[in-house]
């Protein structure tokens, strides 16, 4: 990143914090309204919303393979002043918290999605690189699960309306291929059936003379219906998540939109309206 980026977020309210970052001012105000605008725009294919909470139960980590193949990306935390108690798992990846609410049971043709919200933290073997690779972030995802071709299709028409968002914000955007799943582990042969299937693609943006990922669409087929006994139609459900690091768009949209909320595109400056 650039010094000139980061001093023109910085003056957007976008902070540099140790490894993370502090938003006020504008960052803050942009941050509130991506929030309310994902919310509105994935929540038109939602049943219903969660909110996550910072900490995971180690036991989902393990059922849904999380520290089978990514064990180097999960922090965990304790006390110091109580030793012998078992850290803490932080949340990796918000979905996860979704599954084991529908654990065990049949789903009707209908299936379930929600909106789920919640503060993530990885690892990533310190790798971190400010404003767009932090360590902890807010994410922001529609997750569906159901039979197959429900999901499938709940799939593509949220696909569709992100598009249509992206465009309508005149956010330069593409959709590419990617093959850094966060389910299937990261071996050479996980990726090859991850490009293969075309089971990832992530949402690009320009900004700050950077070419930025702000989003994901992850289609898991029935591993975590496998992994947490989910069925409909008698078999494993199938499912999908489509995710956002609201920080990575704040940083974005500050740099792409400036630090003045009525030099913002009109949807984004309803929300900052509304908060």
């Given at each position: 990143?650039?010094?000139?980026?980061?001093?023109?977020?910085?003056?957007?309210?976008?902070?540099?914090?140790?490894?993370?970052?502090?938003?006020?001012?504008?960052?803050?105000?942009?941050?509130?309204?991506?929030?309310?605008?994902?919310?509105?725009?994935?929540?038109?294919?939602?049943?219903?919303?969660?909110?996550?909470?910072?900490?995971?139960?180690?036991?989902v980590l393990r059922d849904s393979a999380y520290l089978e193949h990514f064990p180097?990306?999960?922090?965990?935390?304790?006390?110091?002043?109580?030793?012998?108690?078992?850290?803490?798992?932080?949340?990796?990846?918000?979905?996860?918290?979704?599954?084991?609410?529908?654990?065990?049971?049949?789903?009707?043709?209908?299936?379930?999605?929600?909106?789920?919200?919640?503060?993530?933290?990885?690892?990533?073997?310190?790798?971190?690189?400010?404003?767009?690779?932090?360590?902890?972030?807010?994410?922001?995802?529609?997750?569906?699960?159901?039979?197959?071709?429900?999901?499938?299709?709940?799939?593509?028409?949220?696909?569709?309306?992100?598009?249509?968002?992206?465009?309508?914000?005149?956010?330069?955007?593409?959709?590419?291929?990617?093959?850094?799943?966060?389910?299937l582990g990261d071996g050479d042969g996980a990726q090859v059936v991850q490009k293969?299937?075309?089971?990832?693609?992530?949402?690009?943006?320009?900004?700050?003379?950077?070419?930025?990922?702000?989003?994901?669409?992850?289609?898991?087929?029935?591993?975590?219906?496998?992994?947490?006994?989910?069925?409909?139609?008698?078999?494993?459900?199938?499912?999908?998540?489509?995710?956002?690091?609201?920080?990575?768009?704040?940083?974005?949209?500050?740099?792409?939109?400036?630090?003045?909320?009525?030099?913002?595109?009109?949807?984004?400056?309803?929300?900052?309206?509304?908060?």
């Open positions: 990143m650039s010094h000139d980026l980061e001093r023109e977020l910085a003056r957007r309210g976008f902070l540099r914090s140790r490894d993370g970052c502090l938003l006020t001012g504008a960052a803050e105000r942009l941050f509130v309204a991506w929030q309310g605008l994902l919310g509105e725009a994935l929540g038109e294919f939602a049943d219903g919303a969660l909110v996550a909470p910072a900490f995971i139960d180690d036991q180097q990306l999960v922090f965990s935390t304790g006390n110091a002043l109580h030793p012998q108690q078992a850290a803490r798992p932080l949340t990796p990846a918000a979905c996860l918290h979704f599954y084991p609410l529908l654990r065990d049971q049949a789903l009707g043709d209908e299936g379930r999605a929600v909106v789920i919200r919640g503060r993530c933290a990885r690892y990533e073997d310190a790798r971190w690189a400010f404003p767009f690779r932090l360590p902890s972030f807010e994410m922001v995802e529609l997750v569906g699960v159901g039979n197959a071709a429900g999901v499938g299709a709940l799939c593509e028409r949220a696909r569709a309306r992100v598009i249509q968002l992206f465009e309508a914000l005149e956010m330069t955007s593409a959709l590419e291929p990617a093959t850094d799943s966060f389910y293969l299937r075309g089971l990832k693609t992530e949402m690009v943006v320009s900004a700050g003379g950077e070419r930025v990922a702000v989003g994901s669409i992850n289609r898991h087929e029935a591993f975590f219906g496998e992994r947490f006994a989910i069925r409909t139609d008698g078999s494993p459900a199938s499912s999908f998540c489509i995710a956002f690091g609201l920080e990575r768009l704040v940083a974005c949209g500050l740099s792409t939109w400036g630090g003045e909320p009525s030099d913002w595109p009109i949807a984004v400056a309803k929300h900052v309206a509304l908060s």
